[in-house]
């Protein structure tokens, strides 16, 4: 059991039980309430206590290609670069990466997060390790071979199969075929129909550039949400779409029709030029919108607490108007949201939910003065925590990660550096 003592929770100072994984009450307890021996106290004074924050959309291995080509449009980074690089990756490496980004995103407050990635046994090993929260999808891309299309759904569903005999709650599976560009009809097809089988989400890149909704558009003569659409993609299933930058009013009524989920990246958008997402019509639409950091290639740090801000500046600039996103709504994206689209019991401190959740302390000059925190958690805040505790247990404690020595992760992140650069 965990007792958080004299936090600021909800607005007011209060107390926070858990029990096993679970917030079991929040209120005044006394610790006369529970067993001493079987309780780890947790002084919160000082501190506000936030849910966890979750992000949608990563490639967390890719942690290590932060800084690796800058500056450059989408296309040429994936073709020129990322790409070539990625052709290098093994379990070593993909362990490493891994490694280093969940602590990344455990020490700025991120509770959990949705990944499309490739070897995805170093992947779960390291975040069993870390004890983050995660739905992982093994990337497919088929590029229109048939060759190729049946070994990526052999290979997605043998990791469905691996996730699911790991009986662990804290790791659950997800289908990821890369985009309507690089995917055929045929693997889109397939990944329905196992998403269906296997009751996992679709976790999807769509409309991200102009140039890859004008493949489409070429191929098939209609826009990518539309081609999807036109054979049931996203029919009974739960879909993540990251970036949706540029949408019809045709797509944004698809995704309201079918319950679709958008993992806003504005600063992987803003980093590569690819646009700005019309957030403020996905939300007149009813379009719930999610918070994701995309792969540090492109952002260049997985650090939710930057999305948040963008979230919450960028459309007002761009529509011109001071209450377009406003903070309750970018935190909501960070949390609620997102716990809605991974179907995850946790986004909000309650009676009830998992305890996946995270304490900051205020006495500090940019959370000062501490009666507007909720407003400096938005926009003043650099996302350093103090400590988090996800399902239950206390994986950082004062900055410092509790179950894995970091200089050996950052010893082993450029050692794999090296590997994928020589």
């Keep these: 059991m965990i007792l958080v003592k004299d936090a600021i929770i909800t607005g007011k100072k209060q107390d926070l039980l858990v029990e096993g994984n679970i917030i079991k009450k929040i209120g005044n307890i006394s610790i006369s309430e529970v067993s001493k021996d079987e309780t780890e106290v947790i002084d919160g004074k000082n501190c506000v206590l936030i849910p966890g924050l979750i992000n949608t959309h990563t490639h967390v291995p890719m942690s290590l290609f932060r800084g690796v080509a800058d500056d450059i449009p989408l296309m040429e980074w994936l ?53 983050i ?23 997605a569903k043998k990791s469905l199969e691996m996730i699911k005999n790991l009986n662990n709650s804290r790791i ?13 009809k045929e693997i889109l097809e397939s990944t329905n129909a196992l998403a269906r089988e296997y009751n996992v989400p679709i976790h ?37 779409c990251a970036h949706c930058v540029h949408l019809s009013d045709s797509e944004i009524q698809i995704m309201k029709e079918k319950n679709i989920f958008a993992a806003h990246n504005p600063v992987s958008n803003l980093k590569l030029a690819s646009g700005v997402s019309p957030v403020l019509k996905l939300l007149e639409n009813n379009v719930p919108v999610t918070l994701g950091t995309d792969g540090c290639g492109s952002n260049n740090n997985m650090n939710l607490f930057e999305e948040i801000k963008a979230a919450a500046l960028i459309h007002k600039g761009v529509n011109l108007n001071p209450v377009a996103v406003t903070a309750k709504d970018a935190f909501d994206f960070g949390t609620k949201n997102g716990a809605k689209a991974l179907n995850i019991n ?28 909720e407003s400096h958690l938005v926009y003043s805040f650099n996302g350093v925590v103090d400590k988090v505790v996800i399902d239950g247990k206390l994986v950082l404690n004062d900055g410092k990660m509790v179950n894995i020595d970091e200089e050996k992760v950052y010893e082993l992140s450029e050692e794999a550096y090296f590997e994928l650069t020589n």
């Design 79 to 131: 073709s020129g670069h990322i790409w070539p690089m990625e052709s290098k990756l093994n379990e070593k490496i993909v362990y490493a990466g891994t490694l280093l980004g969940t602590i990344e995103m455990i020490k700025s407050g991120t509770t959990a997060f949705n990944d499309m990635y490739f070897f995805l046994d170093s992947i779960i090993k390291a975040v069993d390790e870390t004890g």
């Design 133 to 155: 929260r995660s739905t992982i999808a093994y990337g497919m891309i088929d590029l229109f071979d048939e060759e190729k299309r049946e070994k990526e759904l052999k290979t």
């Design 172 to 184: 659950t599976g997800a289908l990821g075929p890369h985009a309507p560009y690089t995917c055929s």
């Design 204 to 240: 999807i890149h769509m409309n991200e550039t102009l140039d890859e909704i004008n493949q489409v558009v070429e191929k098939t003569g209609m826009r990518p949400f539309e081609y999807l659409n036109s054979f049931g993609f996203f029919d009974n299933v739960n879909t993540i």
């Design 346 to 373: 946790s986004g909000e401190i309650k009676e009830g939910k998992l305890a996946d959740f995270v304490l900051i302390n205020m006495k500090k000059p940019y959370l000062t003065p501490k009666e507007n925190i």
